[in-house]
């Protein structure tokens, strides 16, 4: 005989898709046969004009090859208004959900009302509300939006009310303009680097065997598709990071307490062993200037407590470490514990090339220090409680826990610490990063140029080693990622051959890579560096930008 328990799992969890399948107009609803003609592995970005669902003026309105900053001018301009933006925007959303899965939420009538107030203000006097005015922005599923509900990717928080509010993120990207319109799909206790919830398992609309990485990945899945020129999300372990590099686009983990957060729902709330943060998943580099600007020029250090008053400030003449003054970039070109897949090494080659050409920039080798103690102490320090919190989450409803989240608190290094064990720990954890810095400091580079993961996107359910993102989480150091402009292809990269392996999670990591299976996804690098030292960290992205998109035509010759 079942449980209760048993009864509200299933049926709650079902009861939830249908309703947001139900907010999905009828007339964008795609059919079977249509669906039929992706099956899984598909590149599903050109579905939208097979679809015929959008106008060829919403087409152009949503085109990716458009960022955030083109969309503002143009509704400043007037050459579009708040309400066509967004409509174009949630049909465009709307596709992407029933092909990927990367919504928990989709209120398009309040946003196209929202859109018209905006519209209205502007034609009555002639000022835009802010610098965001018209841009539809969607929001991960944890984070506080007024009139939404929150959750922490468990069907027990289905249950709770919706925000009454918005938390202060919310609120200083509304006064600046932005629509609200969607929140996006995260996994179950929002720690894994895929996205794999009760509301779906989120794919990537390249390639759809694979992951769009996560925890943000209902955000990536639904900007590299076109249904978003700009998401929030967060990151502890790499869950912008982690997406970016899935979905060949741009993000910023900024040093913790630089920006304010404003989360509904946490699965470790009070933990703060290991602080997470906020921003943006996005189309270019000036996206996430734009980001970062509307946040900090609002002093939101005078709200929240908690953050270091440091205003948004680029630097017109930065000053480098490299010889004659010239950046200096350290290459690490891997771990010592994990060798990136051969896409990724093909992209770090070639840029690294690109870079060497280049006057301003001086390229030296990164020795890499403790990564391995530092990730594994990451892990230990995200679960002080050993997971207790995890598993009472899914037991409120009967929820089994998902493989990725069975893996993650079932690790070794997970116990229940005592107050003492906890307090050794923070000891360990400091003395470390006090190592960190004086290794980094004495390698004397400007930033650090290295893998965002231990491959592209990882094959769905195989995403299990954390340690190119949450290194830099552990050290509190802002870490960008951005894409190269080249793709996986089984041409070029092949299968490595016979070689000693450096762990063991190095050997599961070149079992996973197949050509064929990574065929045409996105290759993206991260960039690293001081802590409170984005603005430098920006103007080293824009130089080395100045190489990209790389071309891999002349490989071929």
């Known amino acids: 005989m079942s449980s209760s328990s048993d009864l509200i799992w299933p049926q709650t969890a079902m009861d939830a898709v249908q309703e947001l399948h139900a907010k999905i107009p009828l007339e964008l609803r795609l059919s079977q046969d249509f669906l039929d003609k992706y099956p899984r592995g598909s590149d599903v970005r050109g579905a939208v004009a097979a679809s015929g669902l959008l106008t060829a003026a919403e087409m ?13 001018d143009r509704i400043k301009n007037r050459e579009l208004t708040a309400v066509q933006v967004t409509h174009a925007f949630c049909k465009r959303v709307a596709i ?7 919504l928990t939420d989709f209120f398009m009538e309040a946003a196209l009302v929202r859109a018209q107030e905006l519209d209205d203000y502007y034609h009555k006097t002639g000022e835009v509300v802010g610098p965001l005015h018209g841009l539809p922005i969607d929001m991960k599923d944890h984070m506080m939006v007024k009139g939404t509900k929150s959750s922490g990717g468990f069907v027990c928080d289905y249950y709770l009310p919706p925000a009454t509010q918005h938390g202060l993120i919310a609120q200083i990207l509304y006064d600046a303009g932005a629509v609200f319109y969607v929140k996006t799909n995260l996994p179950q206790s929002i720690m894994h680097l895929e996205t794999y919830s009760f509301w779906g398992e989120t794919l990537n609309p390249y390639n759809t065997a694979l992951t769009p990485g996560g925890s943000s990945g209902g955000s990536s899945a639904v900007v590299a598709f076109g249904g978003s020129a700009m998401g929030l999300g967060s990151d502890i372990g790499g869950s912008l990071r982690s997406p970016a590099n899935a979905c060949g686009l741009w993000t910023l983990k900024p040093t913790t307490l630089r920006i304010p957060k404003g989360t509904g729902n946490a699965p470790m709330p009070g933990a703060d062993s290991i602080v997470g943060t906020y ?3 996005c189309r270019s580099l000036r996206d996430m200037h734009l980001f970062f600007s509307v946040i900090l020029e609002t002093k939101p250090w005078l709200k929240s ?14 000053s480098w470490s490299g010889t004659n003054g010239r950046l200096r970039v350290g290459v690490m070109w891997h771990d010592e ?6 896409p990724i090494q093909r992209a770090l080659k070639m840029l690294v090339g690109a870079l060497e ?31 207790a919190r995890i598993r009472s989450k899914a037991a409120e409803t009967g929820e089994p826990l998902l493989p990725l989240t069975d893996w993650i608190i079932t690790r070794s290094l997970v116990k229940d610490h005592t107050v003492h064990e906890l307090w050794e720990l923070f000891v360990n954890r400091d003395n470390l990063r006090a190592e960190y810095v004086q290794h980094f400091s004495a390698q004397n580079v400007d930033v650090v140029l290295c893998p965002a993961g231990a491959g592209p ?29 080249l793709f996986c292809d089984p041409t070029l990269d092949k299968k490595d051959g016979p070689r000693e392996y450096m762990s063991d999670a190095d050997e ?21 560096g001081m802590r409170y030292k984005e603005e430098l960290l920006m103007c080293a992205l824009e130089e080395i930008s100045k190489a990209l998109p790389l071309d891999d035509i002349a490989q071929r010759i």
């Open 357 to 387: 050409k280049q006057d301003g920039i001086e390229v030296v080798d990164y020795k890499p220090f403790k990564h391995l103690e530092a990730s594994e102490l990451a892990h230990e320090l995200y679960f002080v409680d050993g997971g």
């Open 305 to 318: 407590p908690d953050l270091i008053p440091i205003p948004w400030v680029i630097p017109t003449a930065p």
């Open 279 to 281: 921003g943006p998943l």
């Open 337 to 342: 514990v994990v060798l990136p897949q051969p």
């Open 508 to 528: 599961y990591n070149a079992e996973c890579y197949t050509p064929e299976t990574f065929k045409g996804a996105p290759l993206c690098l991260q960039l690293v």
């Open 60 to 72: 152009e309105i949503t085109n990716p090859e458009y960022d955030s900053v083109a969309i503002l």
């Open 457 to 485: 996107a990882p094959e769905l359910g195989t995403c299990k080693y954390w340690a190119y993102t949450n290194v830099w989480n552990f050290v509190d150091y802002p870490a960008a990622v951005f894409p190269t402009g």
């Open 96 to 102: 992407a959900q029933q092909l990927l899965h990367c």
